[in-house]
């Protein structure tokens, strides 16, 4: 039998080269890491997620975060519901780029489309070697605080933290991206911190 399908919603994931957007979106629709990956262009796949006892036709939009690929990007925000915008917590500037090129730019384009902020490498933040190379160029990894503080900057509806890699909280950043895509939670942004973010 045809499965019925309560919602239609479109999320396009940007942020800088190498943050991870497809290793996330690949580990989401695989439940696993893709190892050997390229640096993506455009590419969209179609996945459903149950949200509650609603099902959601959920079009994953991964797109370059080089600047070659403006124009192209762009285009990708027409009709989306919902926009992810991620950074490495491995690179304190991926973080930094979200307020200075990844904000506006969604701003822009897309300015009434829910934001969720979200972390990615999360696995690095207490790796011996990551500490140590970004020590010598007199930097660490993002704290959970920092990347809540830009959240809240940018007036994103939520800040989540995951590891495309092992797998934490991928399914949650989803979950979460459809919940606000279809408008399930209409709730003050501070007055719900503690509901609206892990």
């Known amino acids: 039998p045809e499965v019925t399908v309560d919602f239609y919603k479109k999320l ?20 696993v ?3 050997n990956l390229r640096a993506t262009v455009f590419n969209t796949v179609i996945t459903e997620v149950n949200v509650g006892k609603k099902k959601v036709r959920l079009s994953l939009c991964d797109t370059a975060g080089q600047e070659t690929y403006d124009v192209l990007r762009t285009r990708s925000y027409a009709d989306t519901d919902v926009i992810v915008i991620l950074f490495a917590i491995d690179a304190p500037e991926s973080l930094d780029n979200v307020e200075v090129r990844w904000s506006p ?4 384009f897309s300015p009434k489309v829910p934001i969720l902020l979200v972390g990615n490498k999360k696995d690095l933040r207490e790796d011996p ?31 989540l933290e995951c590891s495309a890699k092992d ?19 209409r709730f003050n942004f501070f007055a719900k911190l503690c509901c609206s973010y892990n």
């Open 167 to 185: 797998g934490t909280g991928v399914s949650e950043v989803v979950l979460r991206a459809c919940r606000l895509a279809i408008g399930r939670r």
């Open 33 to 35: 890491f893709p190892e």
């Open 105 to 108: 730019e969604v701003k822009h």
């Open 12 to 31: 396009v994931a940007v942020g800088d080269g190498g943050c991870g957007k497809t290793s996330l979106l690949s580990t989401y629709i695989m439940g």
């Open 129 to 159: 070697e990551t500490i140590e190379v970004l020590r010598e160029r007199r930097q660490s990894p993002v704290s959970y605080q920092q990347g809540l503080a830009v959240a809240k900057k940018i007036k994103a509806k939520g800040y």
